[in-house]
Every structure is written in structure tokens, then in C-alpha cells.
């Protein structure tokens, strides 16, 4: 019987990963657990080349030769109090865009503000509107409602605001804080938004742009996991956006976020959710007002 040849490699390529580099399904089990308990995130058996992915790029830090060495460091090495933040970071997803689901930051600006602004509390004139944006991710969100109010300032109609942004990803929150990202990421912000709050390198080949300071100064960045017993966030809201995070949590966790969640949000405030996610039966003080938006009862 002839033998399969194994194709050249080069100096200095590295080999391809072995079938024995992955993950067995019971450390993966393992793993997956830890993960759930700790951000309510599910990784089903699906998820497992994904993970394998991801945590090889902790491999090289961590001076470990395969996943095998990481998971015997993770799981009986003692090593996971060190390594949990990593870990999270790792297998957190972070899509995000500016004015995505755009409908949503009209509904914003044309009828939740203006809904708001008649409320006895009166945010934005007696009290500075508040407004957060829970799972922020590398913060487009945040920065779209910023840019959207600073334009209704320009408008001459300024409106007091405070906008507070949390994720449990710090690499995640590292590049909010920065305000900097990839060009193309600028493709689905207006055209007259772009030119006044976005800032591109003179270098033809930085393919980057930066978020000007006024847009990077409106908003507020704070490091907080929802399966966290309290959020250290104001009890009176009267924006939240939540927006394709409930699709990672099983029933039980939707919720349980979602009643802490409006606990945060005062009566009449707004909470935006995923246009593919939804809350039916949960028994919520929450009206339905448009395609996944919902105010506060």
C-alpha cells in the first residue's frame, strides 16, 4: 500500500495544526462551562472550532506548545484565576458598526427623545439624558448616538447628556477608548457625519480613521459582565441599548438580564433590542413601540 506523501513545508513556515492540537470534547466541556457560568454566554459543540481558533492565539503569551498544554494549565493547573479575563476576551464575539440598524437610532432621535423630553423629569433640559449601551463592544454604537447628538447641538438644539458604554471585553473596550478604526468600518457613516467627525490619516497607507475628541469625550467606558449580580449603573435610564446579546443566552438568562436591565430603565424609557431577538412571554414591564423596541411600563 503506498503512503501519502506530506507535502513541503518552508523554513520558517509554521506546520499545520495536528488533529491532536485541538480540543478533546471533555476538556471543551470543560471549558464551555466555565464560560456560561461566568457571562451566560452558551458554547455548544458547535462552537468548537471557533474556540480552537481563538485561544491559539493565547498559545505564543502563554509560552505553551498546543491546546492541550493550555487546558491542563486552565483546568487543573491552577491557572484560570489568571487566564479568565483572557479567556472571556477570547471567545467573545465583537461585530459591530456605526449606525447599524438604523432604524433604531431614528426611532432614537424622532420619537424616543422628543416621547422622553415631555416626561414630568424632563432629561435634557432639568437633567441630562442618560443613555446606555450594554455589550457596547468596540464602542460604533456609543459613538453613533454621540455623533447623532452632537448633530442635533449643530442643529441648534442642544440636548444635556450623559452616555455610559460597558462590554465584558477589555480588549474590546482598549479600542472604544481609542475611537480609532479600520476605514471600511466608516462606509456606513453619512456622508456629512463622516466629514465633521471623523479624522483620516495624511499617510496614503494608514487605512485607519480616529473619532474627533468631542464625539470620543461624550462617551463614558466601564468594564461590566451581565451575569454580574448588580450593575454599577444609574437606576434611572431612560435609554438602553441591548442590542444581538440575547441570542448567546439560553431562556433562563434572557430573562434574568432583561429584568435587571429594567430595573436600570425608569417608566417611559426606551430599550432597543435585536431585530432577530425577541421577548415574547417573559413577562416584562415592557410595551412593544416598533421592530424591537420596547418602553418601559
Not at 484560570?80 to 467573545?92: Q, S
Not at 470620543?216 to 441599548?241: E, H, K, W
Request: charged content about 25%; aromatic content about 6%.
Amino acid at each position: 500500500m503506498m503512503s501519502e506523501v506530506e507535502a513541503p513545508r518552508f523554513i520558517g513556515e509554521p506546520a499545520p495544526p495536528s488533529s491532536r492540537d485541538g480540543l478533546s470534547p471533555r476538556d471543551f466541556g470543560r471549558l464551555a462551562v466555565i464560560i456560561e457560568s461566568h457571562t451566560g454566554i452558551r458554547m455548544p459543540p458547535t462552537k468548537r472550532t471557533m474556540v480552537e481558533g481563538r485561544l491559539r492565539r493565547r498559545l505564543r503569551t502563554l509560552g505553551l506548545p498546543d491546546l492541550n498544554a493550555y487546558c491542563r494549565h486552565v483546568l487543573d493547573g491552577g491557572g484560570l484565576d489568571g487566564e479568565l479575563v483572557n479567556l472571556i476576551d477570547a471567545v467573545t464575539t465583537n461585530k459591530t458598526d456605526f449606525f447599524r440598524e438604523i432604524d433604531h437610532f431614528r426611532y432614537l432621535m424622532g420619537t424616543a427623545i422628543p416621547a422622553l423630553s415631555r416626561l414630568p423629569h424632563h432629561p435634557g433640559r432639568d437633567r441630562p439624558l442618560k443613555i446606555w449601551s450594554a455589550a457596547c463592544s468596540t464602542g460604533a454604537e456609543p459613538y453613533t448616538v454621540a455623533m447623532l447628538l452632537l448633530e442635533q447641538a449643530r442643529a441648534g438644539m442642544p440636548i444635556r447628556h450623559e452616555i455610559v458604554a460597558t462590554d465584558i471585553c477589555t480588549e474590546a473596550l482598549a479600542t472604544a477608548r481609542m475611537g480609532i478604526y479600520p476605514a471600511d468600518m466608516a462606509g456606513m457613516v453619512p456622508e456629512p457625519f463622516a466629514s465633521r467627525y471623523l479624522m483620516r490619516s495624511r499617510d496614503p497607507e494608514d487605512a485607519t480613521v480616529r473619532l474627533v475628541p468631542p464625539v470620543r469625550q461624550s462617551v463614558r467606558f466601564g468594564r461590566l459582565n451581565m451575569m454580574d449580580p448588580a450593575y454599577p449603573v444609574s437606576t434611572d435610564m431612560d435609554v438602553i441599548f441591548f442590542r444581538n446579546i440575547l441570542i448567546y443566552f439560553d431562556k433562563a438568562t434572557q430573562k434574568k438580564v432583561l429584568e435587571k436591565l429594567c430595573g436600570h430603565l425608569r417608566p417611559g424609557g426606551c430599550l432597543f433590542i435585536g431585530h432577530s431577538e425577541t421577548i415574547t412571554n417573559m413577562d416584562l414591564p415592557l410595551k412593544q413601540a416598533g421592530s424591537a423596541i420596547f418602553i418601559r411600563s
